[in-house]
């Protein structure tokens, strides 16, 4: 599976901004995927995934602000990332995985798109 991360950008505190990633392959669907950051100095973080059958979990930093889509024909997955905080400032990677874990840790990622960055001002 090859992942290609687009979106991300700047954006001032309180606005939106939309990820995609699409994935080559055709076993798109067997994968759980998920969405991790890492800002600088910090280690690279759990933010959402996404099963096949469209189960989601967030990190309690991004609860109820951010949302996770997956559309298995399209073999794409999105992160549309809300009310944004300076907090929220770091470079997004997309990654699959076939982890059972709830909270993927970056080591049970397979794959990885390329990191795009997000910059909220406040």
């Known amino acids: 599976v090859q992942l290609q991360a687009s979106g991300g950008g700047l954006v001032q505190a309180g606005g939106s901004l939309r990820h995609s990633c699409a994935a080559s392959g055709r076993t798109f669907s067997s994968y759980v995927m998920g969405w991790f950051r890492q800002a600088p100095g910090k280690e690279r973080e759990f933010v959402a995934r996404i099963s096949w059958s469209g189960s989601t979990y967030f990190a309690d930093s991004v609860k109820g602000r951010f949302a996770i889509s997956r559309d298995n024909a399209k073999n794409t997955v999105i992160l549309q990332m809300n009310r944004l905080k300076p907090e929220d400032t770091a470079v997004y990677y997309c990654?699959?995985?076939?982890?059972?874990?709830?909270?993927?840790?970056?080591?049970?990622?397979?794959?990885w798109g390329q990191g795009t960055q997000v910059t909220v001002s406040s």
């Open positions: 990654a699959a995985t076939t982890s059972p874990r709830i909270i993927i840790r970056p080591d049970e990622c397979e794959y």
